[in-house]
């Protein structure tokens, strides 16, 4: 009898383990920042390739971003590589702990971190990601690593078999109201006391005393109605002096014409403004943008190399990779509004083509830019 109830625990114990659903659950964003939720499904594991490709319906090819989260259980006690191949960004929490964090601009990098982890036990799984402009990628691999900090045999990609959804939720429940108490009726003793007479604490108010030694009254307080005007005291005029102010750090100039795209022909998109020290296009920018679409599609023939400039200020490699992000960031935007790719080409150029000083703001701001030239 006791060995048929230890083996029926022991099926019990099995089932429960393999009733948890396998997997990670995927939390799917319009947006690069987690901006709006659109979809939640269950991911078997991490390791997609969206190039030209939306993860879902709802969602585009482009700016979208994704929540994994679940429990992770080792097959035993190592320390564990684990290494991501993202375009753009991720980051990696495992037991609360932050593994991994390249939160950034990357096409198709390999990032690695390192955690011991026991076997068989259960661990907080979460993974960030977002893809910004083009295509979006991401694939997470572990390895064991010896006591000499080598790794054991080839990275692999996470198998399902060793992750496991997050438990749903508990519906909500309405706690009980508490009934309100109810009132004590009882009988009040009245005791016949003597009322003690209240006195009232005069302070005198002590007269004014002049200089030469005379009281004065004290001096009533004006009444003032609200209607009455205010008495208008007329003096010389004191001129006054206007400090000369500083010119605005960006002035909007007025919006290119796209009439004539001639051969040879360089313009800079004086209105195509950014987020500062960022890729992110400003809603101004979006009228211009759309005139140069306009154009674009009344002449067929019109190639273009779109090219970003920064100023000095700041890391040089940072400045490159900015500015090659923005020429690309206005690429993307004349593509998803019918442009085709095939006529577009887009280069960063940093701060080594200025086209004024970088010494005062003014001409700082000239430097940044994004410019076409056609062909």
Not at 24 to 45: A, C, H, M, S, T
Not at 235 to 240: D, G, L, N
Not at 313 to 319: F, S
Request: proline residues 9%; contains cysteine; positive net charge.
């Amino acid at each position: 009898m006791k060995t048929f109830t230890l083996m029926a625990l022991l099926a019990l114990l099995v089932h429960g383990v393999n009733a948890q659903q396998q997997g990670l659950r995927g939390e799917y964003y319009d947006g690069p920042n987690f901006n709006r939720k659109v979809f939640i499904r269950n991911d078997r594991q991490i390791n997609f390739n969206w190039r030209g490709t939306s993860p879902g319906r709802g969602i585009g090819t482009e700016f979208y971003s994704i929540r994994w989260t679940g429990l992770l259980r080792p097959p035993t006690d190592a320390t564990y590589q684990f290494t991501a191949e993202v375009d753009d960004g991720i980051r990696l929490w495992v037991g609360n702990r932050t593994i991994i964090d390249a939160w950034g601009l990357h096409d198709n990098v390999t990032f690695t971190g390192k955690v011991k982890l026991r076997g068989g036990g259960l661990y907080d799984l979460r993974i960030d990601y977002y893809n910004d402009i083009l295509e979006g990628e991401i694939k997470l691999y572990w390895q064991m690593i010896g006591a000499d900090n080598t790794p054991i045999g080839p990275k692999q990609l996470i198998a399902t078999q060793y992750l496991i959804m997050p438990p749903r939720p508990k519906p909500a429940v309405a706690a009980r109201p508490t009934p309100k108490p109810q009132p004590v009726t009882t009988t009040p003793t009245v005791t016949a006391t003597t009322p003690r007479p209240t006195t009232k604490k005069l302070t005198p108010t002590k007269p004014a005393v002049s200089a030469a030694g005379k009281t004065t009254p004290p001096t009533p307080k004006p009444n003032v109605s609200p209607a009455s005007t205010p008495a208008v005291v007329t003096s010389k005029p004191i001129p006054t002096t206007t400090a000369q102010a500083d010119p605005p750090a960006v002035a909007e100039q007025p919006p290119v014409t796209f009439t004539r795209l001639e051969s040879g022909q360089t313009l800079v998109l004086q209105n195509v403004m950014f987020q500062q020290s960022s890729y992110i296009l400003l809603p101004e920018s979006y009228l211009e943008l759309n005139k140069l679409v306009q154009a674009l599609r009344s002449h067929p023939a019109v190639q273009l190399v779109i090219s970003g400039h920064t100023d000095n200020v700041g890391d040089p490699r940072l400045n490159q990779s900015l500015s090659e992000y923005r020429a690309k960031v206005v690429m993307s935007y004349l593509v998803r509004h019918g442009i085709e790719e095939s006529r577009l080409s887009a280069k960063g150029y940093g701060c080594t083509r200025p086209v004024a000083g970088n010494d005062t703001e003014s001409d700082r701001s000239k430097n940044r830019r994004v410019e076409i030239h056609v062909h």
